[in-house]
């Protein structure tokens, strides 16, 4: 089946979350002469007008099966009867932007420098500054070295013979031992370890805490504490177990990942692109956020050049720029219908989610939603895709509504976001002393009328970072 180039356009900007749309109608904005955005006060003045008629569906029907040949004709005197429609004085924005728009930008690119954030220093530079300062000049190159050699984790990514060996002038090993020791003693504490025991050692002071027990705990048994085998360190070490206990509650003061503190993630804002609302009646209803969005239309000069102008090429030109804009503009206004009902199908459907919360969410799947539009479900997956919508219980991706589930011992349907957050119920309810295991937690289940394999519980619990019930055991 041959798409259209219109129906691929139309595709692409469903599937687009609103900061790509944004962008994306930026850059036509600049490269087409002929689109231009509508200002407050050219809403003000076409809103006391006649709107120009709107093209019949059959044409656009006939146009997205890209029959384009024999059209071009009708096209140009389509365009003509639009430029007739539209009084002369219609227009505010001519091929130079208006003063409005002018000020516009100018009030953007003001608003983004004073929102910038600086540059925050590296653990690199924090690092190498301290070691220029407390370091001779004969092992400044190699530490520079070094230290450009941590990862994110302030660790160490090779061993010191190994990068010695690689570093171009000549270190001996000696000298190599001490720059790595005088960066460990850097700040943060814990910076250029070869492993996670050296940089837990490297934080504990003279003065720390119950500093004997936790060189004991972290020297030795380190994989005993992760696996939970407290007895085992209680006989090899001779400490009580409240001592252990005392000790590893302690470590807890210690950062296994010192270089953290200078990582600087850019942080994701989410724009939602619709909202729930409650109507009269007390039904929810989806309304589009559409004010960050600014309405288009085609500017009405480059219409009456198509009637005025005797050169083919130009006339031709502007055609393309004109049609260009217009797939433009239906294929936003296409997006917001598709969207508002994809939206609305879901909405209806969880409505139990947004009057009780998440543990009342509904299975729901993709093609339920493509059967009530009338759509493909291929349809559903690009709307939902980057989407997020603004309840009153917060805002949420389109997906989080999504999900399959299992029936109940009653017949009754339960999706797998309501068995997760049961499995957790039953885990934070347990006996610490005898926690459960994953056949006990099939037990439990079912008691609450959910039948699930053995495989099944050990796989969510597992996704949910639930430890088995041995590492669970507080004694």
Not at 401 to 428: C, P, Q
Request: aromatic content about 6%; glycine content about 4%.
């Amino acid at each position: 089946m041959k798409l259209a180039p219109r129906m691929i356009q139309s595709m692409e900007i469903l599937q687009l979350p609103l900061a790509a749309l944004q962008e994306r109608i930026d850059q036509e904005l600049a490269e087409n002469v002929v689109l231009e955005q509508l200002t407050k006060q050219d809403e003000k003045s076409s809103s006391v007008e006649e709107a120009p008629a709107a093209e019949p569906q059959q044409e656009i029907e006939k146009r997205e099966l890209g029959d384009d040949d024999g059209n071009n004709a009708s096209d140009f005197e389509r365009l003509v009867e639009i430029s007739q429609e539209w009084p002369d004085d219609n227009y505010t924005s001519g091929s130079k932007p208006s003063s409005n728009r002018i000020q516009d930008d100018m009030d953007r690119q003001h608003d983004v420098m004073a929102n910038a954030i600086n540059r925050p220093q590296t653990l690199h530079e924090h690092l190498i500054e301290q070691f220029h300062c407390d370091s001779p000049n004969r092992l400044k190159g190699f530490g520079d070295y070094l230290i450009h050699n941590l990862d994110a984790n302030g660790r160490l990514q090779s061993s010191l013979p190994e990068l010695s060996q690689v570093y171009g002038a000549h270190i001996s090993l000696e000298d190599a031992e001490e720059a790595l020791k005088i960066i460990q003693s850097l700040d943060p504490p814990g910076v250029g370890a070869r492993d996670l025991k050296e940089c837990l050692l490297l934080q504990i002071t003279p003065t720390s805490p119950l500093r004997d027990i936790m060189i004991t705990l972290i020297s030795g048994h380190l994989d005993d504490m992760l696996q939970n085998r407290l007895p085992l360190i209680e006989r090899k070490t001779g400490y009580s177990m409240d001592a252990i206990k005392s000790g590893m509650e302690q470590m807890r003061t210690l950062n296994p990942f010192p270089g953290h503190g200078f990582d600087n993630p850019e942080v994701q804002t989410v724009t939602p692109d619709l909202r729930v609302v409650k109507d009269e009646k007390g039904k929810y209803v989806i309304e589009l956020i559409d004010e960050y969005i600014p309405e288009l239309r085609i500017n009405r000069r480059y219409i009456r050049m198509l009637e005025d102008n005797p050169d083919e090429a130009t006339k031709e030109f502007i055609k393309r720029k004109v049609e260009s804009a217009k797939w433009l503009i239906d294929s936003i206004e296409q997006r917001y219908n598709t969207l508002r009902k994809v939206a609305q199908t879901i909405v209806n459907e969880q409505t139990d989610f947004l009057n009780n919360g998440p543990e009342h969410i509904r299975p729901l799947k993709m093609q339920d939603v493509a059967d009530v539009v009338g759509v493909h479900v291929t349809t559903v997956s690009r709307a939902v895709d980057d989407k997020y919508v603004a309840t009153p219980r917060g805002i949420f991706p389109l997906k989080r509504f999504f999900g399959g589930g299992t029936k109940t011992a009653d017949g009754e349907d339960v999706a797998w976001e309501n068995i997760r957050l049961k499995l957790k119920d039953i885990v934070n309810d347990e006996d610490k002393a005898k926690p459960l295991s994953d056949d006990a937690l099939v037990t439990e289940l079912a008691k609450h009328g959910i039948q699930l394999a053995r495989r099944t519980v050990t796989k969510y619990r597992k996704a949910m970072s639930i430890p088995s019930s041995r590492q669970r055991r507080e004694y």
